[in-house]
């Protein structure tokens, strides 16, 4: 699987932006997805995940309530949509895939347990 992040870019705090990540392969229905982030200095980070059939969502904290994961199994396609944004928030964003390995909640939010990652996509949210 190949996956590639778009959508980033440059927002004042308060606005908002949509990521994308589409996947190769013919397997796209089949993989739970998730979003991660990394700020400089500092470890990468659950964001969210979505399951395989859509089902299960599961959130940061941090970005409850902002963030919206979804995906379109018909485009390959998994999205953040990023909305309130503030300056903490400024990060590379990755999606990534996992297989049938994940289950749980823990899981989901386990980086070690995705097998794809794409490339990154820069956000940066001015104050």
């Known amino acids: 699987v190949q996956l590639q992040a778009s959508g980033g870019g440059l927002v004042q705090a308060g606005g908002s932006l949509r990521l994308s990540c589409a996947a190769s392969?013919?397997?796209?229905?089949?993989?739970?997805m998730g979003w991660f982030r990394q700020a400089p200095g500092k470890e990468r980070e659950f964001v969210a995940a979505?399951?395989?059939?859509?089902?299960?969502?599961y959130y940061a904290d941090s970005v409850k309530g902002r963030f919206t994961i979804a995906r379109t199994n018909a485009k390959n396609t998994v999205y953040l949509q990023m909305n309130s944004l503030k300056p903490e928030d400024t990060a590379v964003y990755y999606c990534a895939s996992a297989g049938a390995l994940v289950r749980t909640v823990v899981d989901f939010t386990n980086p070690t347990k995705y097998s794809y990652w794409g490339q990154g996509t820069q956000v940066t949210v001015s104050s």
């Open positions: 392969g013919r397997s796209f229905s089949l993989y739970n």
């Open positions: 979505i399951s395989w059939s859509g089902d299960s969502i």
